[in-house]
């Protein structure tokens, strides 16, 4: 395996554990500043504040997560990854918990050296 993939594995890897931990400013570390998520149904989130501001909405929330990656292309300083993803998010407190699954396809571009997620299309979807 190259390099680079190694380093958007692990990239990925960070992303899933600090999201677990609840630690923002790592996740926030490995977004690009025009960071743009899209997801099914809703208006495209653009930027590292829009992400970090949805985030703080749900209030302590615990998310954890799985992340099976499927394919990862490396082209120059611009990459793309596809994973089958679950995300099991419990509100603070207790509560009903709310499970996501699907793929995402993600663009990712190398700045200073190091792989950034650049662009994400979301598309989980509730599992009752």
Known sequence: ??????????????????????????????????????VPGQAPMVGKAAYAAATRAQKGATIDGRSQIQEVVVLGEWA???????????PAGGGST???AGHTLSILRKE???WVLSRDANLLARVD
């Open 1 to 38: 395996m190259a390099a680079d993939e190694k380093q958007i594995r692990q990239l990925v890897e960070t992303w899933m554990s600090a999201t677990k931990r609840g630690d923002l400013d790592t996740v926030l570390a490995l977004m690009a500043e025009d960071v743009v998520f899209l």
């Open 112 to 114: 200073q050296g190091r």
């Open 98 to 100: 709310t499970v996501r």
């Open 80 to 90: 793309w990854l596809r994973q089958q993803l679950t995300v099991v998010i419990t």
